[in-house]
């Protein structure tokens, strides 16, 4: 079957780094995304990675791991607005997304 | 540019009663539209993929006759649920693909909250 792991939720400081991570098995695989979703909102594009390592994006970064169905969402910096939940996705073989079930995060002055 | 706009943003409806949810490309032309439905502290689930002037695919465990999807423009997909029951009641989210884009780009609409009194 196809899985998507990431934690349920997670706590981080002002001004801190946070790296949330995600896990996967799909059938095909065509990229993956993270995306950013405030309660009540639609998700919004974070970032894309298809090939293997680091791309960097202002204060947002994410690494991606093929060969170990892996990838991380870094966050710099942070600020209160950075508090949302996240949500990793997989496009598999047939160009459909697998979903992640979000992991909060919560920011504490 | 690739605005998603979806209408209404949130509705109320009693039980029995049916449901209409647009959404519209409103700056390019979409060859597959894609409806989800998120209900709370859960992820994205795709309800159906619905490609311009054909029947729409729909996902294991949606029922088509329920979820009424119309894919009748480039522009614009609408999802009718039908004798709404408070079960229903969720986010319901479409996106889109453009013409001669990338498969691996969606452009999501602003969601529609749904609740079934």
């Known amino acids: 079957g196809q899985n998507i792991d990431q934690p349920t939720e997670m706590t981080a400081t002002e001004g801190a780094i946070v790296q949330i991570n995600c896990t996967y098995q799909?059938?095909?695989?065509?990229?993956l995304f993270w995306y950013q979703q405030h309660a009540g909102e639609a998700p919004t594009f974070l970032s894309y990675?298809?090939l293997d390592g680091l791309e960097e994006k202002g204060r947002f970064s994410s690494f991606l791991s093929r060969s170990k169905g892996y990838s991380y969402l870094l966050l710099k910096e942070l600020q209160m607005k950075d508090s949302a939940s996240y949500l990793c996705?997989?496009?598999?073989?047939?160009?459909?997304?697998?979903w992640g079930a979000g992991t909060k995060l919560i920011i504490k002055p | 540019g690739a605005v998603v706009s979806q209408h209404p943003s949130r509705v109320i409806c009693k039980s029995g009663t049916s449901v209409k949810i647009e959404c519209r490309s409103l700056d390019f032309q979409a060859t597959t539209m894609f409806w989800y439905r998120q209900f709370p502290k859960q992820s994205l689930m795709l309800m159906a993929t619905?490609?311009?002037?054909?029947?729409?695919?729909?996902e294991q465990g949606v029922e088509k006759d329920k979820f009424l999807i119309n894919h009748a423009s480039l522009t614009l997909s609408t999802l009718t649920v039908t004798s709404a029951h408070p079960e229903d009641s969720s986010f319901y989210i479409c996106?889109?693909?453009?013409?001669?884009?990338?498969?691996?780009?969606?452009?999501f609409g602003p969601g529609t909250r749904l609740l079934v009194l």
């Open positions: 996106s889109a693909r453009a013409v001669g884009g990338k498969k691996e780009t969606q452009y």
């Open positions: 990675n298809v």
């Open positions: 996705a997989v496009m598999d073989s047939n160009y459909q997304l697998i």
């Open positions: 799909t059938s095909g695989f065509n990229g």
């Open positions: 619905s490609n311009e002037g054909s029947k729409a695919t729909y």
